[in-house]
């Protein structure tokens, strides 16, 4: 007679997860009464809740596909629903339709990026994120909204220019642009002295200005996955940006990226 192994889940990494997921939560109530710095910085804090999940579950070995199908559900919230809904009650509510349309194609953008993702594990470079990954979005839209308050800037005042960057945020999601995972970096290898150092020195300026800082950050990474794609690929076509990147005859995909299996159920950093 075969034991049966027992049922449940593992605590720990799913603990984190539902700690990012009540960051989410937290940032649209928040954002309902006005509190626009904490929604921002619960977005943050969800980040961070985000990039621990899948690896303790790696270094405890306590992944399962219930925590990847978990953190998913979880990063739409967090990274879909939150961001839009913080975006359009600071500075979209005022454009009517344009307003939640925009906030929209963010959530339907991260929706869409999430699937892609999880349908993409067998097959996907670690090097390399196909379009912006969700946190990154959040993070850039949160950010705005960070920067806003901190400067005493009315949202409602720049509609137009809060629908634009959440628009693009969401259809950079979705975008074959390729941009640096950063999951090739040893972090068990020895560095020099003067990387401490220069570790040091970026909390510094980070806890000088945080709001403006992040943003700067984020907007920059953004900007990174186009810029970076125009500059290596030889021959970029409006399909390959935007279709179908299993597509053979697509110039934009790199054969030779495409060859790495991912063996990790429990996603991060997605």
């Known amino acids: 007679m075969t034991q049966q192994k027992p049922r449940g ?21 928040a954002s309902m009464q006005g509190r626009f710095e904490a929604a921002a910085v619960a977005i943050f804090v969800a980040m ?18 219930f925590g990847a199908e978990y953190d998913s559900m979880a990063d739409m919230v967090s990274f879909g629903v939150a961001p839009a809904l913080v975006a359009y009650n600071w500075g979209l509510s005022g454009l009517g339709k344009i307003g939640w349309l925009a906030a929209f194609v963010y ?41 806003g308050v901190e400067y005493d800037i009315d949202g409602n005042d720049f509609g137009v220019l809060v629908a634009l960057l959440t628009g693009i945020a969401g259809l950079l999601m979705v975008s074959n642009f390729k941009y640096n995972s950063f999951k090739e970096v040893n972090w068990h290898g020895k560095v020099p002295f003067v990387a401490l150092l220069i570790v040091m020195l ?23 996955g186009p810029i970076n794609t125009f ?12 279709g179908d990147p ?19 159920t429990h996603k991060d950093g997605d």
Request: no cysteine; glycine share 6%.
């Open 231 to 242: 500059r290596t690929v030889p021959r970029v076509r409006l399909e390959d940006v935007v």
């Open 9 to 29: 889940i593992y605590l720990l990494p799913n603990l984190l997860t539902t700690a990012g997921l009540f960051s989410g939560f937290f940032a649209v109530v």
């Open 246 to 264: 299993s597509d053979k005859d697509a110039d934009f995909i790199d054969p030779d990226v495409v060859k790495q299996a991912k063996s990790d």
């Open 107 to 147: 959530v339907a953008g991260a929706a869409l990026r999430l699937a892609r993702f999880n349908t993409q594990l067998a097959v996907a470079d670690k090097r390399f994120f196909q379009g912006l990954a969700s946190p990154a979005a959040a993070a850039l839209v949160a950010g705005m909204v960070w920067v």
């Open 48 to 65: 961070i809740f985000d990039g621990l999940d899948g690896r303790v579950a790696r270094i405890t070995n306590t992944q399962s596909e």
């Open 202 to 224: 970026v909390f510094v300026i980070v806890a000088t200005e945080p709001a403006l800082v992040l943003f700067v950050v984020f907007m920059l990474y953004a900007l990174a």
